[in-house]
């Protein structure tokens, strides 16, 4: 580690870290992708689930439902049919890029 960096990191308090004890969402992209995690992606799970809890716990459930229902009454009525339609005219597993 450069002298200066880690001079840097003293200041500030934090210590370096190698990219494999790094958490996965502050990994390095460059580095390659994210590994296989087996049966169903539990890093994905967990942020999901702690994302939508924020979100339930914000007090904005009830704006973006009246947000919602206006954009499915309102001038956006039209649009958002058709994005509907053309999302249940296939199957969730059909690549539609090759149709």
């Known amino acids: 580690m450069s002298d200066d960096r880690s001079k840097q990191q003293a200041r500030s308090g934090h210590q370096s870290r190698s990219p494999k004890q790094q ?4 990994r390095d992209p460059s580095q390659g992708a994210q590994p296989n995690e087996g049966e169903g992606n539990k890093t ?10 924020r979100f ?5 459930v009830e704006k973006k ?15 958002l049919a058709k994005a509907e339609a053309a999302g249940k005219s296939h199957s969730a597993g059909e690549d539609v890029q090759k149709k």
């Open 23 to 26: 958490p996965r969402a502050q």
């Open 65 to 79: 439902a009246r947000e919602a229902k206006e954009a499915v009454d309102g001038d956006e009525a039209e649009e």
């Open 44 to 53: 994905a799970a967990r942020e999901y689930n702690q994302q939508t809890e």
């Open 56 to 60: 339930a716990n914000s007090g904005l």
